[in-house]
């Protein structure tokens, strides 16, 4: 089905559709925080004009090292990427030609990437279990795993993660985790065993908890040799100086964080008690999205279509192996969004 593999572009869903886009629609398919960027970007924006006339610092400096500060490694271990996307698409180069195993469901550019530079991939179902994975894996180049999983906002069970990593510790395969979405969870993370693993690299986006996808910055986390291996495919100045500038702010903003984890939660846990008592299934998630279906459809195709005419746009799963369409993923909204949410999916309950 040739629909867009990505959430937060209404316009070709509702083009690929053949639907006519309502005057006024609610993106539920974008997963940033639905609260908006830390007023202080707002704040200090205009001062900042003045950078874009300059070249940025090609490494970053300022703010690799706040990040090596915050993570409790050294900044060679650090690596900034135009988005985490960037950083994705280094991983596929590094392994360029190899065998891959991504766990799965999982975000789609992890295979995207990887076959753009001839990969093998296989895939293997979260459901089969550790061993199964492990198994999969030990001859692999690199295993990808998405923890807060993106599409089901699950957490990967820590003790099952780290049995994989002892397990993988004698072999060549990095064990890539994902950590998009882990503040919106807490503060957990597995950066803190960098130490004890060679081959782990961590992934990390700034641009879901401070909103700013449009500026599109992340980074990796590894041992100085993978970083090294990694930067020698890093274009010249890969992140511009207003995405540099507004990282370094919002990561000053603690309480930015604990705010939005705070109203997030809450609203989570209010969608969870209305799709329970109207019947809905739906994954138990961590962050800031979340999977549900009509327990009454295999295919959601008929609810997606309902609410997209009503002018609310959720994520399909049709290009997550796996799930083939069987759920779709809901962003979680302001309270205002989300009751407006609620009376659709109502609405379509009661004519079903």
Known sequence: MNLPAHGANPAHLYEKINLAQPAQIFDFSVNTNPYGSPPSLKEKWNEWFGAVSDYPDPEGRSLTQLLARQNDVMPD??????????????????????????????????????RAYG???DFVSIDEGVESIVEVAKEAAALFICTPNNPTGLLFQSDDLLHILDQLQGSSCLVIIDEAFYDFAGSFTYATYLSNYPQLVILRSLTK?????????????ASETIIKRLARFRPQWNVNALALLAAETALLDSTFVQTSRQWIQEEREQMFEFLEKTGFHFTRSSVNFYLLRDPNLSDQRPLLEFLLKKGFVLRHTYNYPTLNGRWLRAAVKTKEENDQLKEALLAWKQHN
């Open 77 to 114: 271990q650090v690596l900034l990427g135009n988005g985490a996307a960037e950083v994705i698409q280094f991983l596929g180069q590094l392994i360029q030609g190899k065998r891959v195993v991504i766990v799965q469901p999982a975000f789609s550019e992890y295979e995207t990437a990887c």
């Open 209 to 221: 908890m401070y909103a700013i996808a449009g500026l599109r910055i992340g980074y990796a986390l």
């Open 119 to 121: 990969c093998e991939v």
